[in-house]
């Protein structure tokens, strides 16, 4: 008797915290889209998990196909993707974030050798933070890669930008430089004469942001094409 209500304790203690049943989330994926990932972290520090959605739409008229003797994948992905943010409470779960313009699809239409941009990292709960990490990988047409990472801190039921890291590297040389970006000091970190291919002694130089604006989520692009996405107190102007 014992050792069957120590296996049940186990199990309890084992089971995740608020495993959600599947029509849980029902409400927020729309007839012809799909749950591309879901989260389950505490976002706000409360003890409780709340939920992040990455639904896609799978309308077959976003599938394009390319022509005979392209580089690149044959059929290209251009289905929109939805980033849904979900606070839980003891009333269960409200949404407090939904964008339709943030997040890239899987392919793009004039990058036909274009890796998904969600493929390496994609977005994530981690350390009580929201982290939204993109790629750009091409199998032809450029050696660069560029590697970025937003991380974002609830404040309320908003969330803040407060860091934000960027890679850019080739392939064919090995060269890569690393900026690294603290939006609550409101310095920056950049390190150059980095190699992939050969130990060189890099440099670090620190820079001091002209100014500590706050920056969110719902008000924000993440494509900026830029190690310095706040430019002049604007984002990626």
């Given at each position: 008797?014992?050792?069957?209500?120590?296996?049940?304790?186990?199990?309890?203690?084992?089971?995740?915290?608020?495993?959600?049943?599947?029509?849980?989330?029902?409400?927020?994926?729309?007839?012809?889209?799909?749950?591309?990932?879901?989260?389950?972290?505490?976002?706000?520090?409360?003890?409780?998990?709340?939920v992040v959605l990455v639904i896609e739409?799978?309308?077959?008229?976003?599938?394009?196909?390319?022509?005979?003797?392209?580089?690149?994948?044959?059929?290209?992905?251009?289905?929109?993707?939805?980033?849904?943010?979900?606070?839980?409470?003891?009333?269960?779960?409200?949404?407090?974030?939904?964008?339709?313009?943030?997040?890239?699809?899987?392919?793009?239409?004039?990058?036909?050798?274009?890796?998904?941009?969600?493929?390496?990292?994609?977005?994530?709960?981690?350390?009580?933070?929201?982290?939204?990490?993109?790629?750009?990988?091409?199998?032809?047409?450029?050696?660069?890669?560029?590697?970025?990472?937003?991380?974002?801190?609830?404040?309320?039921?908003?969330?803040?930008?407060?860091?934000?890291?960027?890679?850019?590297?080739?392939?064919?040389?090995?060269?890569?430089?690393?900026?690294?970006?603290?939006?609550?000091?409101?310095?920056?970190?950049?390190?150059?004469?980095?190699?992939?291919?050969?130990?060189?002694?890099?440099?670090?130089?620190?820079?001091?942001?002209?100014?500590?604006?706050?920056?969110?989520?719902?008000?924000?692009?993440?494509?900026?094409?830029?190690?310095?996405?706040?430019?002049?107190?604007?984002?990626?102007?």
């Open positions: 008797m014992l050792k069957s209500q120590y296996l049940l304790l186990l199990a309890f203690l084992a089971a995740p915290s608020f495993a959600a049943p599947p029509d849980e989330l029902a409400q927020w994926v729309p007839s012809g889209w799909k749950v591309n990932t879901k989260n389950i972290g505490d976002l706000n520090r409360d003890g409780i998990d709340d739409e799978t309308n077959p008229a976003n599938f394009k196909k390319k022509p005979e003797g392209s580089l690149g994948p044959n059929i290209l992905n251009l289905n929109p993707r939805r980033l849904i943010i979900l606070l839980r409470s003891s009333s269960g779960l409200k949404e407090v974030l939904r964008r339709d313009d943030l997040l890239p699809s899987e392919s793009a239409e004039d990058m036909d050798c274009l890796a998904d941009p969600l493929e390496n990292g994609g977005v994530s709960i981690a350390k009580g933070n929201l982290v939204i990490e993109l790629q750009d990988w091409r199998s032809c047409g450029s050696y660069g890669v560029v590697n970025e990472k937003f991380t974002f801190r609830t404040q309320g039921t908003r969330f803040q930008l407060i860091g934000y890291d960027r890679s850019e590297s080739s392939r064919s040389t090995g060269d890569r430089s690393e900026y690294s970006t603290n939006y609550l000091t409101g310095k920056r970190k950049i390190t150059t004469g980095l190699n992939d291919f050969r130990d060189f002694k890099p440099e670090v130089s620190w820079k001091r942001l002209p100014s500590k604006r706050a920056y969110f989520l719902n008000e924000i692009s993440l494509y900026c094409d830029a190690a310095d996405p706040a430019q002049k107190d604007n984002w990626c102007q």
